[in-house]
């Protein structure tokens, strides 16, 4: 099909055609219904949230999606995103993988919905992946839910994710001090291998507590404290706040934290 001269906006071939100029939100909930990147043509400055399910992706049906990233489009415009599951289907390792660079060089929030059993600790491919991604800059606040994540995932994901502000997940951890592992988990450990992590981590929101104590979230909250120099926010169902406050008061004086007590206050 020949559209020179005949589009009112200008296309001089169908490739160059962009029909949703004005793009600014997005939401798919089954099968991408292009085999291009149509939908997301024009539209760089546009676009601020897009939605759609990893099992689009891994039927590979986003080939587009990459030639756009490519050319830079998306790259200029970080956008909302939120991948999530369809009715159960899990994508295979290789194709997140394949995919999920584009999702970080795109992102400024990126929301995952997790492809593991509800609350459990396992990870499946997606979370994986996350976890050993190469490094990018673009992504500011991650969103992982249903995602339960210990102190060791946390880490990873903030190293490969330097411009990381907040992240939101369930938690996993030692419920005492007295648990802590001396050789790997002990602040005093923790200063002299990972400090500093990351200078613009400063937040962590745990939503939901069931299956876990607000001791598990205290603990993990102050051992990032010890690491993340501007670290000093973490957010809990309302009800438990003040257990949680409570929590880092009395380890100002007690235990393995006392010591680092400027970095705790910032948590009070």
């Known amino acids: ?8 906006w200008g296309w001089t071939t169908v490739e160059d ?3 949703f100029p004005t793009l600014a939100k997005l939401e798919i909930s089954g099968d991408y219904p292009f085999d291009d990147d149509s939908l997301f043509r024009g539209n760089r400055g546009m676009l601020q949230k897009l939605s759609i399910p990893f099992h689009a992706i891994a039927k ?12 830079g489009a998306m790259r200029m415009n970080p956008i909302y995103t939120v991948l999530a599951n369809h009715e159960g289907q899990i994508p295979s390792t290789d194709l997140v993988q394949e995919q999920l660079h584009w999702v970080l060089e795109s992102s400024a929030v990126l929301k995952l919905s997790s492809e593991t059993a509800y609350r459990q600790v396992t990870s499946g491919p997606v979370f994986t992946a996350l976890c050993t991604a190469p490094s990018t800059a673009i992504v500011q606040h991650l969103v992982l839910l249903q ?10 994901i903030v190293s490969r994710l330097p411009s ?5 997940c369930l938690i996993h951890g030692p419920t005492t001090q007295a648990e802590l592992n001396p050789e790997s988990e002990h602040p005093r450990i923790l200063r002299k291998r990972d400090y500093p992590l990351s200078s613009n981590f400063r937040a962590l929101y745990v939503y939901s507590v069931i299956n876990t104590e607000v001791s598990n979230v205290s603990i993990i909250a102050m051992q990032l404290a010890v690491i993340c120099p501007c670290f000093a926010c973490v957010d809990l169902p309302s009800g438990l706040r003040k257990e949680l ?4 008061i009395w380890s100002l004086e007690n235990g393995p934290f006392s010591p680092y007590g ?6 009070i």
């Open 245 to 248: 406050r409570d929590n880092f």
């Open 147 to 156: 995602q339960i994540c210990t102190l060791t995932d946390i880490i990873s």
């Open 1 to 8: 099909m020949d559209v020179t001269n005949t589009s009112p």
């Open 60 to 71: 590979n049906a986003l080939g587009g999606l990459n030639a756009l990233n490519h050319r």
């Open 164 to 168: 990381l502000v907040s992240l939101t």
């Open 262 to 267: 400027d970095d705790l206050c910032r948590l």
């Open 17 to 19: 055609a962009a029909p």
